[in-house]
């Protein structure tokens, strides 16, 4: 009953409330508990304690009700003197040099950090980065010393004579070609050239002859088989005579349909046959490959077919085998055979086979046995013979096994 009547005289006699406090200490503060009196005319006061909640704790930072305490890492350093101490800061040096790797560091690896960012976020960007050309180009293989290596000796053009370089490019012949450079009618990158084995890159040096620009891209190596017919030579000198390289006049005006862009080859004979013999014989625009097969060294037999006027006795076959003084030197057959008689073709005939190839050689061994040659026809060079379904005046693209077979090994 006194709290009933405490709270109703806190309510209607509010003007007599006393509150009386004890005297605190500044340090102390807030107060957390008063006590009162209520006291009115017709009754005696009535204390009492009033007490106040606590404040709300503030929100702390701390994780787990656990104050946050500086992380201590122990650094044991050596210092000048050798001796080993510990202490809570990391050495100078260490410091020192994480700031020099932060400066060397990269700029590359950063840059393709930032461009991937936008790429994630957008899918056109990306697939255009992809498939723009720049981007893979940025990024080559290196190659290791031995692919260098490899791709220069097998498929990079090394530098060449330049008498060599004005041949394959269909100036002239070398001799000729070596000529004009003598004549100082040839420059190279504008500066005047008198050496013909001055060594040149007709891809990236500037040759001139007589004033015209050969072609930075040569023509490509071309290897044909021809069927010489009677009555042509085998040289482009002489111009009241024909030459068997006009048989390859219609292949040569129609280059530039079949190969666009691309320079006519100069075309030559590897080796001869004289204006009265007929047969194969190769023809080509390579002059390594021709000074291969045409060169004495490379013994490769060479099988001829003569027709004689007469008859042919074991004496003759004996003279021809053992041979005879061509051009100053012993010439001796590697074979000979007389071949059986065909109904059509009364006249005998011979097979030779011989591998040095001087001028007229089997014509003077047939002479020299006493006999005179009617016709002559050459049907083998090393392991290619001549095809029988090519008829006199036509040629044929020689294949890569063919080539193989007259003894190149390129």
Not at 218 to 244: R, T
Not at 387 to 392: H, I
Request: charged share 25%; proline share 8%; hydrophobic share 35%.
């Amino acid at each position: 009953m006194a709290s009933v009547a405490a709270s109703s005289s806190i309510s209607f006699a509010a003007s007599f409330l006393k509150i009386k406090a004890f005297p605190l200490s500044p340090r102390f503060f807030p107060i957390r508990t008063l006590r009162c009196s209520v006291s009115s005319s017709s009754s005696e006061p009535i204390e009492f304690d009033i007490s106040f909640a606590p404040p709300k704790p503030k929100p702390s930072s701390t994780h787990g009700g656990v104050t946050p305490q500086q992380l201590f890492i122990p650094w044991i350093v050596r210092s000048d003197d050798g001796t080993l101490k510990l202490q809570s800061q990391p050495p100078a040096r260490l410091i020192h040099n994480l700031a020099i790797d932060a400066t060397t560091q990269n700029p590359k690896k950063k840059d393709k950090s930032k461009k991937k960012q936008p790429q994630a976020t957008s899918s056109s960007s990306a697939t255009t980065t992809a498939s723009s050309p720049a981007s893979h180009s940025e990024v080559k293989p290196k190659l290791s010393k031995a692919a260098r290596r490899f791709y220069n000796e097998n498929f990079k053009e090394q530098p060449q004579r330049l008498s060599k370089v004005l041949a394959a490019a269909g100036v002239a012949s070398r001799r000729t070609s070596e000529e004009l450079i003598f004549d100082g009618k040839v420059t190279v990158n504008g500066i005047l050239c008198n050496t013909p084995q001055t060594r040149v890159d007709p891809s990236r040096d500037i040759i001139y002859v007589n004033g015209n620009r050969i072609p930075k891209k040569l023509p490509p190596k071309v290897y044909f088989a021809l069927n010489k017919p009677k009555g042509y030579i085998c040289s482009s000198g002489e111009k009241e005579i024909k030459s068997a390289i006009s048989l390859f006049d219609e292949y040569l005006s129609s280059w530039d349909k079949r190969n666009p862009g691309t320079p006519k080859p100069r075309l030559f004979t590897v080796g001869r046959l004289d204006v009265a013999t007929t047969g194969l014989i190769v023809v080509t625009n390579d002059g390594d490959f021709a000074q291969k097969l045409s060169h004495p060294s490379s013994s490769l037999p060479k099988e001829y077919i003569t027709t004689v006027v007469g008859d042919i006795h074991k004496r003759h076959l004996m003279a021809i085998s053992e041979g005879t003084m061509v051009e100053g030197v012993h010439c001796v057959p590697d074979s000979v055979e007389l071949m059986p008689k065909q109904h059509d073709i009364p006249r005998a005939r011979l097979r030779i086979v011989v591998h040095e190839g001087r001028n007229h050689e089997v014509r003077e061994l047939v002479k020299n046995a006493g006999l005179e040659v009617h016709s002559l026809k050459r049907v083998r060079i090393g392991g290619f013979r001549l095809p029988s379904d090519l008829g006199l005046g036509k040629h044929v693209e020689l294949k890569q096994s063919e080539l193989k077979a007259l003894g190149w090994k390129n």
